[in-house]
Nanobody, 119 residues
C-alpha cells in the first residue's frame, strides 16, 4: 500500500510563507487528480485545493484563493502547496490525497504536516 508523506510544515508568523510537499513515491500519481486538505483542532477535515492529472487545471477553497498555489511534478510523484500571506486561521494539519468522489480517496491518509501560524 502506497504511503503518502507530507512535509514542509512548521511555525510561521502571520503574513509568512511555507511550501508543503507530498511524496507519493511507489505510486503513479499522474493518473489521479490530487488535492490538499487540512484539519484544524476540533474541526472536520476540509478541502483546500485540487489539481488535475496534467496540472493544467486547479481549484481552490474560497478561504485560500489568491494566497495558496497547488502544483505537481508527475515525474517525481510529488505534489506541492505554496502558501503565502498565511493567517492564524490557516493553522491545521495538512494532508494530501487523491479524491475519488464523495468522501472517498484512492490512498490511505498519511501523517500530515503541522502548520502553525502565530506571532
Amino acid at each position: 500500500q502506497v504511503q503518502l508523506v507530507e512535509s514542509g510544515g512548521g511555525l510561521v508568523q502571520p503574513g509568512g510563507s511555507l511550501r508543503l510537499s507530498c511524496d507519493a513515491s511507489g505510486s503513479i500519481i499522474r493518473i489521479y487528480a490530487m488535492a490538499w486538505y487540512r484539519q484544524a483542532p476540533g474541526a472536520q477535515r476540509e478541502f483546500v485545493a485540487r489539481i488535475s492529472t496534467s496540472g493544467s487545471s486547479t481549484f481552490y477553497a474560497e478561504a485560500v484563493k489568491g494566497r495558496f498555489t497547488i502544483s505537481r511534478d508527475n515525474n517525481k510523484n510529488m505534489v506541492y502547496l505554496e502558501m503565502n500571506s498565511l493567517r492564524p486561521e490557516d493553522t491545521a494539519v495538512y494532508y494530501c490525497n487523491a479524491p475519488r468522489g464523495g468522501d472517498t480517496y484512492f490512498y490511505n491518509w498519511g501523517q500530515g504536516t503541522q502548520v502553525t501560524v502565530s506571532s
